[in-house]
């Protein structure tokens, strides 16, 4: 059963540009929406298996669209866009991956995959938080500790995750504390 994903984006011609990349890498596209509130609409309906996310919208910018979403009812989001100064903002709502337009249709699998294995990832966050509120914010922190082994040790993100997951297990703690202990030092500029 092929990947089946959502665009989310209120101009037309970009969208139907990244539909024809996103079929010619073989996914079934569920449908496009040019708004935020038809985004979280269509998820809930439709439950795609990944959403293509833009940031300018008319309704709701796609920061707040992917935070209501994984709030309400998580999906592997992956904000597609122009403008590179919502990144941190897009990770701290919850966004599995964050992407700069133009998109080469040979890095579509790339996006969908590295998508899909963070949102994997995500679930196993979800279970030690009791709501998707509390999950995204915890999950946010794991991340950026994952960021931190990856730069640091030279992990890559999977092997950054089960590090965190095995210091969590021996201290017999929820994985976002394992991930807190993970000092965080800022790039040098």
């Known amino acids: 059963m092929p990947v089946r994903v959502l665009i989310v984006d209120d101009e037309w011609l970009i969208a ?8 010619a890498q073989g996914y079934e596209v569920a ?47 992956i904000i597609l866009t122009g403008y590179a100064s919502y990144r941190e903002a897009a990770e701290e709502a919850g966004a599995m991956e964050f992407v700069l337009k133009p998109v080469l249709t040979s890095q579509i699998p790339e996006i969908i995959e590295t998508a899909r294995q963070r949102f994997a ?37 999977a092997e950054a995750f089960a590090r965190l997951q095995q210091r969590a297990a021996e201290r017999r703690v929820p994985l976002v504390m394992a991930a807190q202990e993970v000092p965080v030092t800022q790039p040098a500029s």
């Open 16 to 23: 139907l540009a990244i539909k024809w990349q996103v079929e």
């Open 31 to 77: 449908g496009i929406v040019g708004t935020g509130a038809a985004a979280l609409d269509a998820c809930a309906a439709d439950y795609p298996d990944v959403v293509f996310m833009d940031i300018q919208m008319p309704d709701m910018d796609g920061v707040t669209a992917t935070r209501r979403l994984m709030e309400s009812c998580p999906h592997p989001v």
């Open 121 to 157: 990832r995500f679930q196993i966050v979800h279970q030690d938080c009791p709501t998707c509120r509390e999950a995204v914010a915890a999950w946010s922190a794991v991340q950026k500790a994952v960021r931190e082994l990856v730069r640091r040790e030279g992990l890559s993100e």
